[in-house]
C-alpha cells in the first residue's frame, strides 16, 4: 500500500532522524577514557566478567609457563568436550541433539533408559494446539523466519493456563515444550511464507514421533518427506554444535538479563530470538553462503590465483558486500581454532561426496587457506584467524538444500537448549535484576521555557 503509515518514511521522519543523530555525539577514544570495555569486550576482545555459569566454557588461551597463550579452541557442554560428545554419538552410530539436550539441562549424561524416556517425552510434546497453524502461523506471515518464531512464542502465552508462574517445574515444563515444538514453527512458517508471498504450494507435514529432531526438521521440509542417513546425521551434528556456547554470547546473555527481571518464559526467548536474528550474531552463514555465490560468478576458474585475487578485492572493499569483511572467518573468542568448524569439516567432506559436490567443499578449503594469509598479511591483529563454525555450516546447510530463510531458525531450534539451561540457571541462582550500569557524558544545561526557544 503506498499510503501504508507503517513502511513509508516521509521527509518529516528524515529530518527528525537527523536531529536524533545529531544529539548523540559520543566519540570513540570516549570509551577508553572513561574505562568503559565497548562491547564487554577488552582490549584483547576477551568478554568483561559479569556472571557465573556451569553450563557450558569456551576456551580459547591459557597460561602456559606464566606467558597468556592461544590455544587451539574448546567447547565444554558441562565440563564435557563437545568433540568427545559428537564422537561418541558418531562411535555408537545414533543421534545426539537430543542428548545434548538433556546435558544441557540436567548436568548429567543420560542413561540408556533415561534418554529413550526423555525422547519420549520430546515426542509427546512435538504438537501445536489445536488450529494454530491455521490461525497463527498462516496468518500474516512476515518475510523473516525469526519473526514468525517470535510472534508463534509470544502467541503460545495465550494458550498456556500457567504462563507466569516461574518455579523450576514449570518453567521446565515450558522449555521442554519450546524446544520440541520449535522445529514445527520454523518450517511451517517457511511453508507459509512460500505460499503467501512467493504462491509456491502449500504443504504441512506432521512430525513423526519414531524420528529424532534433526530427521524431523528434513521429513517436515521436503515435499517428499525424503532424507537420507549422511542428511540427518549432518544436520544432527548442526545442532549439537550450536545448541550452546556460554553465557556470554549476545542471545544467551539476553537470556539472562531479560530472566533477571523475573518475567514469563515466551517474553524471555522471544527476546533471545530478536537477538539472535540479527547478522552480527545468528545471521552469518547466510553471508558466508552469498559470498560463496559471488565469488563463482565472478571469477573464471577456481584456482588459487583467482581465489586469492577475489578476496583481495573483497578487504579492498570492491566485491560482494564492499564490507571489506571475509564471512566465516575469525571469532570473537577464539583464535586459533574454532572446535565447532573443526568437526563440521569432516561431515562437510563426507557429505560433499555423497551430493557430488567435491569440488565446492575444495574450494571452501582453498578459501580458508587463502584468506587467512590475506588476513595475517593485511591487518594488524592480535590473534589468528581461522574458519568459524558459519563457515562449514553455511556449506553444508547449501549441501542439504536447505532454504536460506531458514539458516538462523535453525540456529534457534538447537539454540533453545542452552537459552533454557541458561534461563534455569538464572531463576535458580541469582535473586538479582541485572543492571549494569552506564556513564552519562552530556554535559549539563538549563531549562529553557517554550516562549524563549
Known amino acids: 500500500m503506498a499510503n501504508n503509515p507503517y513502511s ?27 574505562n568503559v570495555k565497548r562491547g564487554l569486550r577488552d582490549l584483547h ?25 592461544n590455544i587451539p579452541g574448546e567447547l565444554c557442554y558441562r565440563g564435557i568436550n563437545v568433540k568427545d560428545l559428537t564422537a561418541g554419538c558418531m562411535d555408537e552410530d545414533r543421534y545426539g541433539f537430543e542428548e545434548c539436550v538433556y546435558l544441557l539441562l540436567f548436568g548429567t549424561l543420560p542413561t540408556q533408559d533415561e534418554l529413550l524416556e526423555f525422547c519420549g517425552l520430546l515426542s509427546r510434546y512435538r504438537s501445536l494446539p489445536t488450529s494454530f497453524p491455521r490461525d497463527v502461523i498462516m496468518k500474516a506471515p512476515s518475510k523473516d523466519m525469526m519473526n514468525t518464531l517470535a510472534r508463534s512464542v509470544l502467541t503460545l502465552y495465550s494458550y498456556d493456563d500457567n504462563p507466569d508462574d516461574i518455579s523450576i517445574p514449570n518453567v521446565l515444563r515450558q522449555c521442554l515444550q519450546l524446544i520440541a515444538i520449535f522445529p514445527m514453527l520454523a518450517v511451517y512458517g517457511y511453508h507459509s511464507f512460500k505460499y503467501y508471498h512467493e504462491g509456491q504450494s502449500l504443504y504441512i507435514h506432521p512430525p513423526k514421533a519414531e524420528l529424532s529432531t534433526a530427521q524431523n526438521l528434513l521429513h ?27 553465557g556470554g554470547n549476545n542471545s544467551t546473555f539476553t537470556t539472562h538479563v531479560v530472566s533477571s ?44 590465483d583467482s581465489v586469492r585475487a577475489y578476496l583481495t ?46 569440488e565446492e567443499y575444495d574450494l571452501y578449503k582453498r578459501t580458508a587457506r587463502i584468506a587467512s594469509d590475506l588476513i595475517a598479511q593485511r591487518r594488524k591483529i592480535y590473534k589468528g584467524v581461522s574458519p568459524n563454525v558459519d563457515f562449514y555450516s553455511g556449506m553444508i546447510y547449501r549441501m542439504l538444500n536447505l532454504p536460506e530463510e531458514l539458516y538462523t531458525p535453525l540456529f534457534a531450534v538447537a539454540r533453545i537448549a542452552g537459552w533454557s539451561a541458561h534461563r534455569i540457571e538464572e531463576l535458580q541462582n541469582a535473586g538479582k535484576i541485572i543492571r549494569p550500569a552506564y556513564m552519562c557524558v552530556k554535559e549539563r544545561r538549563d531549562y529553557v521555557p517554550l516562549s524563549e526557544r
Open 45 to 69: 576482545g576477551r568478554g568483561v566478567l559479569t556472571g557465573l555459569t556451569e553450563i557450558s566454557e569456551v576456551i580459547s588461551h591459557k597460561i602456559i609457563d606464566g606467558v597468556d597463550t
Open 313 to 358: 578485492k573483497i578487504l579492498n572493499k570492491e566485491a560482494f558486500d564492499r564490507a571489506g569483511l571475509i564471512y566465516g572467518l575469525g571469532h570473537a573468542i577464539y583464535s586459533v581454532s574454532d572446535p565447532r568448524a573443526e568437526v563440521l569439516k569432516s561431515f562437510a567432506k563426507k557429505l560433499s561426496i555423497e551430493k557430488g559436490m567435491e
Open 220 to 246: 517436515m521440509l521436503r515435499p517428499d518427506g525424503a532424507f537420507t542417513e549422511t542428511e540427518a546425521r549432518t544436520l544432527d551434528l548442526a545442532l549439537v554444535l550450536h545448541a550452546e556456547h556460554g
Open 261 to 304: 527481571s523475573g518475567t514469563d518464559t515466551y517474553s524471555s526467548v522471544a527476546a533471545s530470538l530478536g537477538s539472535l536474528k540479527g547478522p552480527r550474531h545468528g545471521g552469518a552463514n547466510i553471508k558466508v553462503v552469498q559470498m560463496f555465490d559471488d565469488m563463482k560468478a565472478n571469477i573464471s576458474d577456481w584456482s588459487d
Open 8 to 34: 513509508v518514511i516521509t521527509p518529516y521522519i528524515e529530518d527528525l532522524a537527523a536531529k536524533s543523530c545529531c544529539a548523540n555525539g559520543i566519540m570513540p577514544e570516549m570509551y577508553a577514557q572513561h
